[in-house]
């Protein structure tokens, strides 16, 4: 169903005697395009992922060998280096690599005025102060800065309107605004770095009375925060009317592909879990500066003096205002992941996915409960007993769903001719990662047995197991499937399986230590790791095995990087439907003209999302648009 | 390329882009304001004060007021509406001017009440109650300012667009209108609240 | 929903207003003022009536 290229060429001179060119600056920076949005806003979340992983490549310096001398050098040399390289290449001029490489250079600069502070690091050892910045900043840059709008805000612009049919998002100046009040977050979070006592160090959960308390740093996050709250409110008003109303004549909801659903979901939970997370925010802003005691009990008495506020508020408000938003943002971590999964496991089985209705019903069922558990992150807070077992049976039913959706994700693998590439490779680790990560929530989830396992990095390790080998793996999975429709270029494969090998075996070596020293009793949030605590001893070694994995992780993501900005210009060229998939997005033209439309005929749907290997058909995929 | 359904509706979701997304838009400001109502429950109920006694120091009779100059105010911003629906530009041009003027007259009315709460040293560290007192009618209040900038838009340069686009103008009326009817409506509950109860 | 359906919600919303306030005047011990706190409720209501039959061919979706 190729348009003939005659016609092609033909609608394209139509549009440029429509379109006059525009500038420079309304192209590239302040674009109404989605495609170019979801490009800026793909890059910004790298980058601040890659600085997230930063500070916890410094706080595991600290936790491997507690009280010996930072070697900064050794930490900034790789990253100031892979920048300069990447400006050599390309030189001073506008194009995305320039703007990588600057904000390498940039990162190099930060970690050098952080490390070189006699504040933070005096006689080149790290204060506890600085640790908990890190931390704080670490979780922080991760959740809010990083994967979720890599997840929803690159991929979810970039690809949900192409897989729709849809010429742009609903309101394309909006989704411009949501770029921009995000960035702006991300340099309000930046900048706390630089006020006395430095960034927020209250733990990215920020309990109050000790944030209420905290350095000038936290009131700037809680500023940060409104920012990027604003940004994710406006950005989901923006997904949810375009799903609703910009899908392609002939594309009902049945139709859609799994990858939209999750977006939708994902909206929605953004839409009305964001929300109390900004009133709790004003409410420490309040507290913080003009003197109000929401949070604040009342006698608090901090290093031996009571406080003069006049008290008679409840630091738990805010855990269950901040948990409504954080539980259902798990989700909004987890849903977009599964929805790039889903796509790349149809496309390499070569068959329908398996269930596709029991995912889609898993998915909105997912969304409903994730509003319903919030308080089982709050069964050590003295809630009592009926309120623990009310939010632990919610909690063990919200499993249900996640289970289906894995359950028929690891269904649609039988019997399927599975091409091994890439972002295949990824998708497969991910099943795995994501189950260990959900299991091992499960015992969090008891209200007994989280007596035990409270705070402690178990914790840590099972939500990382969920976010990182689970999340980020799907992410760079997506990045690997949908790199040829943004560029016309495929990125090098073998580079792309050292990644994926080195990345999956250092990702274990990180993490599973963390389950074994979270069952013998080692707290979380330890300055030294756990070295002055007795039952802590005979899992002390593991710290520097941890520590190790991540910087060797930390080498195989050059890998990915070189990979990245190399095919940009030198990867291999591919057709407009790369991987020979069935969705609307592999029939817009490979790398759609910016600024001018996603499509040259107005799409119109036939057929579900997931027709590959249909009997009696020429090819082993069907796309959407072909006529029946 | 064009985006589908700005003015027009979609037939089988009946509405066009704009009012759904409002709608979403308010769906995300009623839990913000949920939200502030329950930390209102939470704190009252918890508190060791009699809050029934303690809201005798705000001005009723002031409230009052204001709640009458708000629901007129939703009065003369569905008229305008109206009047455009029925190609009376003049109209809607008294009546849009009138919604601003009774926004303004709200935010004057506040600033006494503020103004004489500090005077006599009530301030939102005071007590918890005046802690949310001033908590949530300053949100309110921003967003009144937010519906001010708005609707003076469509009032003076926007309104321009009538003579270009008149339907598209009149939905854009509807959407500033729903914003505003939230907006009034939040203080409807935030007068019995904190004034009476 | 137009603003038509909103409206009338939030009218009857503002009558509801408008007689708990009354009632709170009456235990106030303020009948005069309670009285014309019912009354203005009444007043809405009428006005309620005539919006509707005003905008009868006003969709409410």
Known sequence: MQPNTKSVAQHHDVHQSEHHELSFWRKYVFS?????????YGITALMFLLLGFMFMMIMRWQLAYPGAAFPMYFFIAPIALMGVVVLFITGIKPSVNT??????????????YLGSSDENF?????????????????????????????????????VMPLQIGAPDMAFPKLNMMSYWVYFMGGVTMLISFFVPGGAANSGWTSYPPLSNIATTGQTIWLLGMVFLISSSLLGSVN???????????????????????????TSFLLLLAFPPLEAAGVLQLMDRLAGTSFFMPSGLVVSGQILPNTGGGTPLLWQHLFWFLAHPEVYVLILPAMGIIS????????????????????????????????????????????????FQTTTMIISIPSVIILSALIISLWGGSIRFNTPMLFALAFLPMFGIGGLTGLPLGLSSSDIHLHDTYYVIGHFHYVVAPGTIFALFAGIYFWFPKATGRKMNETLGKIHFWGSFVCMNFIFFPMLIQGLAGVSRRLYDGGEQYAHAQSVLYLNEVMSVAAWVMALFQIFFIV??????????????????????????????????????????????????????????????HQKA | MEIPYTIETREDTGVNNAKLGIWLFLASEVMLFGALFTTYILLRIGSADDWSQLNDILNVPLATLNTVVLISSSVTMVMSWASL???????????????????????????????????????????????????????????????????TYFWGPGSKMWNTQPERFTNRIEIAGLYWHFVDLVWIFLFPVLYLL | MSLKTFHIFFISLSVLTAIGFGVWLLNENAPVFAVLSFLSGIGLIVYGISFLRKLKHVSFI
């Open chain 1, 32 to 40: 109404t395009d989605h495609k170019i949005i979801g490009i800026q």
């Open chain 1, 99 to 112: 703007v990588a490489g600057l904000s390498l250079v940039a990162m190099a600069a930060l970690i050098w």
């Open chain 1, 122 to 158: 005096p006689d080149g050892i790290m204060l506890p102060e600085f640790y908990n910045q890190m931390g704080a900043m670490h979780g922080t840059i991760m959740v809010f800065l990083g994967v979720v709008p890599l997840a929803v805000g690159a991929f979810g612009n970039y």
């Open chain 1, 239 to 265: 997904f949810i009317v375009t799903i609703v109303q910009l899908r392609a004549k002939g594309l009902s909801f049945m139709r859609l592909p799994f990858f939209v659903w999750a977006q939708f979901v």
């Open chain 1, 343 to 390: 796509e790349i496991i149809a496309n390499n089985t070569r068959k329908p996915l398996w269930g596709y209705k029991s995912l889609v019903y898993a998915a909105i069922f997912l969304g409903f409960m994730s509003f319903i558990v919030w308080a089982h992150h709050m069964f050590m807070t003295g809630m009592g007993s009926t309120i623990s077992a009310f």
């Open chain 1, 563 to 624: 990979n990245f900005f190399r095919s940009i210009k030198k990867g291999e060229k591919v057709s407009d439907n790369a991987w020979e998939a069935t969705t609307l997005d592999w029939s817009a033209t490979t790398s759609p003209p910016l600024a001018h439309g996603n499509f040259d005929t107005v799409p119109e749907v036939h057929r579900g999302p997931y027709e590959y290997s249909v009997p009696g058909q020429k090819n082993d995929f069907t796309p959407q």
């Open chain 2, 85 to 151: 629906m029925m190609k009376d530009f003049k109209k809607y041009k008294l009546y849009m001017g009138l919604t601003i003027l009774c926004s303004f007259g709200f935010l004057i009315i506040k600033y006494f009440e503020y103004s004489a709460k500090f005077e006599h040293h009530l301030y939102p560290s005071t007590n918890t109650f005046l802690a949310i007192y001033f908590t949530m009618t300053a949100l309110h209040g921003l967003h009144v300012i937010g519906g001010i900038i708005v609707n």
